[in-house]
């Protein structure tokens, strides 16, 4: 009779130890998902160039509000008359809602004259842009993005 419970002891110790390995590999699987985003987000320093930042003004063409960072596009026109079409990226959808900047603004201004500062993108992509504060036809100052020299 001992000898059976010893080996029912025996082969719960050997149950309890597979479910204490497939547990710790559930948890590493969990903190691995957990921090998979953060090594995915950039910082503004790498993508963009601080230190090369100008104003534009524009007609507001398109939103495209995702997430981490909604964008929004417009018709500028460079020195020779030519209109060029630049992207700009903002904060996350989240901070812009915090700040009392929502999508609906962007909505209703799409087809009229917007001004934007923002820094340009160090990465080589052409017409593209961090933009830090903007205005709409209200006259508003809102800042959209992070704040630049």
Known sequence: MQAASGAAF???????????G???AAMACGVFLL????FAHHSFDAEFDGQNCKEFTGTLTKLDWQSPHPYFYMDIKDANGKVQNWSFQTYAPITLRRNGTERQVFI?????????????????KSNYAAAGTMKFPDGVLRQVG???N
Request: with cysteine; glycine share 14%.
């Open 35 to 38: 921090a998979a985003p953060s």
């Open 10 to 20: 025996k082969a719960m110790e050997g149950s309890m130890k597979i479910l204490k």
């Open 22 to 24: 497939l547990g710790t």
């Open 146 to 148: 992070q704040l630049q």
């Open 108 to 124: 209703e201004n799409i087809g009229k004259q917007v001004w934007v500062r923002g820094c340009i993108a160090r990465n080589g």
